[in-house]
């Protein structure tokens, strides 16, 4: 993304028991555990959007 503003937002998914994401782009917090009824550890995947304000090109990154 080239010279501009940008904002953050989360688009799809679910963030971590624990964390906050932030308009800024940061991801705050302090991990929880978060174990299933079987006993195993669960996965989260989420996707952010970055968006220039002056441009208004975007670019979307998945994570998990």
């Keep these: 993304i080239s010279a501009g503003a940008i904002s953050y937002t989360k688009i799809s998914g679910s963030i971590p028991p624990g964390f906050q994401f932030l308009p800024t782009g940061i991801l ?12 195993s ?5 989420f ?4 968006t220039n304000t002056t441009t208004k090109k975007i670019a979307d990154r998945s994570f998990s």
């Design 47 to 50: 996707t952010i959007r970055a």
């Design 41 to 45: 550890v669960n996965t989260y995947t």
């Design 28 to 39: 705050t917090g302090v991990p929880i555990a978060d174990v299933s009824t079987n006993n």
